[in-house]
């Protein structure tokens, strides 16, 4: 039986076998907002050799940037949603088009039962290991997503993606990775700290910098490197934030309608980070000055749905915001958001500390 109680970094897999992961957790009724990752070789090739995935006898192809959402609205219109307040449509996927789903933290459960006989399982349990003598987080807390949720990992070159379920289990990870990470001779290093990181990465970002970038992500936490004692590679690992379920709110029939109201850059101090983590990353306010664009007014928060931006401010900390105004109406009330997303003038975008 599918189910269809799915959150953020979840996979649904369409009767056509593309691979689509659930993209946060406002929803419109019977169906999910989704990013497509990966498609079958019979439907789609990528000249990309870091896309090619196999799975047995199985060639997949995963999608980077916005490969994949063009791939499905010009070849599966099916897997698009009607967003009513936002007044079109958006790449996702229906219930009854649902062939099966897969859950981060399951698929983390079956690999712990298995026989770690391959050099990636073998990492991921010293890993584990670690991780849970220096935190009081528990499997129960973890779950994996990429390659390992979908089973065709790379013993030999992929990742090890891990999700954090918990506002407070990923605080208390963060706080335990930041000491591991200064201990000398730790497995476990931050991968920010060097500019090995951003070795041949192709950088677009018009106004943020690939040293602002590497600045941000280090002091995020999550993104490490680990060298297992029996190891003979590097292997990357994240700790991808989710939310557990009693934090989970839908705000999808509280919202009547989004419109885009002009582009701005501004300055401005961030009251409450508490939802920063997650995905859309959403930081509450207060403006400071307009440095661009249009005017506003009733301006609350920045939301981003784009992965470089999430995590990027603590409370009090003063941001500069570059990107889509747009007004939120609701049953009670009216505001004005800042919007980081999949569109025209992408790489113009920008949400970062002013330091």
Same mark, same amino acid.
């Given at each position: 039986?599918?189910?269809?109680?799915?959150?953020?970094?979840? #996979?649904?897999?369409?009767?056509?076998?593309?691979?689509?992961?659930?993209?946060?957790?406002?929803?419109?009724?019977?169906?999910?907002?989704c990013d497509p990752e990966y498609a079958p070789s019979s439907l789609y090739n990528s000249k990309d050799p870091k896309a090619l995935?196999?799975? +047995?006898?199985?060639?997949?192809?995963?999608?980077?940037?916005?490969? %994949?959402?063009?791939?499905?609205?010009?070849?599966?219109?099916?897997?698009?949603?009607?967003?009513? *307040?936002?007044?079109?449509?958006?790449? %996702? $996927?229906?219930?009854?088009?649902?062939?099966?789903?897969?859950? *981060?933290?399951?698929?983390?459960?079956? @690999?712990?039962?298995?026989?770690?006989e391959d050099p990636l399982l073998q990492a991921l349990h010293s890993l584990l290991d670690l991780v849970t003598e220096r935190t009081s987080l528990t499997y129960a807390d973890l779950g994996v997503f990429?390659? @390992?949720?979908?089973?065709?990992?790379?013993?030999?070159?992929?990742?090890?993606?891990?999700?954090?379920?918990?506002?407070?289990?990923?605080?208390?990870?963060?706080?335990?990775?930041?000491?591991?990470?200064?201990?000398?001779?730790?497995? @476990?290093?931050?991968?920010?700290?060097?500019?090995?990181?951003?070795?041949?990465?192709?950088?677009?970002?018009?106004?943020?910098?690939?040293?602002?970038? =590497?600045?941000?992500?280090?002091?995020?936490?999550?993104? +490490?490197?680990?060298?297992?004692?029996?190891?003979?590679?590097?292997?990357? =690992?994240?700790?991808?934030? $989710?939310?557990?379920?009693?934090?989970?709110?839908? !705000?999808?029939?509280?919202?009547?309608?989004?419109?885009?109201?002009?582009?701005?850059?501004?300055? #401005?101090?961030?009251?409450?980070?508490? /939802?920063?983590?997650?995905?859309?990353?959403?930081?509450?306010?207060?403006?400071?000055?307009? @440095?661009? +664009?249009?005017?506003?007014?009733?301006?609350?928060?920045?939301?981003?749905?784009? !992965?470089?931006?999430?995590?990027?401010? !603590?409370?009090? !900390?003063?941001?500069?915001?570059?990107?889509?105004?747009?007004?939120?109406?609701? *049953?009670?009330?009216?505001?004005?958001?800042?919007?980081?997303?999949? %569109?025209?003038?992408?790489? /113009?975008?920008?949400?970062?500390?002013?330091?």
């Amino acid at each position: 039986m599918v189910d269809h109680r799915l959150r953020d970094r979840d #996979a649904i897999i369409t009767h056509e076998e593309i691979i689509f992961r659930v993209y946060g957790y406002s929803h419109p009724p019977r169906a999910f907002i989704c990013d497509p990752e990966y498609a079958p070789s019979s439907l789609y090739n990528s000249k990309d050799p870091k896309a090619l995935r196999s799975k +047995g006898k199985r060639i997949y192809y995963k999608f980077y940037a916005d490969e %994949g959402l063009r791939f499905v609205r010009r070849n599966y219109p099916q897997h698009t949603v009607w967003h009513e *307040p936002l007044g079109r449509k958006l790449v %996702g $996927v229906h219930e009854e088009n649902i062939k099966k789903t897969r859950q *981060p933290g399951k698929a983390l459960q079956s @690999l712990l039962r298995q026989e770690p006989e391959d050099p990636l399982l073998q990492a991921l349990h010293s890993l584990l290991d670690l991780v849970t003598e220096r935190t009081s987080l528990t499997y129960a807390d973890l779950g994996v997503f990429g390659s @390992l949720l979908n089973r065709f990992y790379h013993p030999m070159f992929s990742d090890l993606d891990f999700v954090v379920y918990g506002t407070d289990r990923l605080k208390r990870l963060a706080t335990a990775l930041r000491a591991v990470y200064k201990e000398r001779d730790s497995p @476990l290093q931050n991968e920010f700290a060097h500019r090995e990181s951003i070795r041949d990465k192709n950088w677009k970002f018009m106004n943020y910098t690939l040293k602002e970038f =590497v600045w941000q992500q280090k002091r995020k936490q999550i993104y +490490g490197t680990y060298r297992p004692t029996r190891g003979s590679r590097t292997i990357k =690992v994240e700790f991808e934030p $989710v939310k557990r379920w009693n934090e989970i709110q839908n !705000e999808y029939n509280r919202t009547r309608g989004i419109s885009r109201k002009g582009w701005v850059k501004l300055r #401005a101090r961030v009251v409450d980070a508490n /939802e920063a983590m997650f995905m859309p990353a959403v930081y509450h306010i207060e403006p400071v000055k307009i @440095l661009k +664009g249009t005017s506003v007014d009733n301006l609350r928060r920045i939301v981003s749905f784009v !992965e470089e931006f999430r995590l990027q401010a !603590e409370q009090d !900390e003063l941001v500069v915001a570059e990107g889509n105004l747009e007004q939120v109406t609701t *049953p009670s009330e009216s505001f004005q958001q800042v919007t980081l997303t999949y %569109g025209p003038r992408y790489y /113009e975008q920008t949400l970062k500390v002013v330091r």
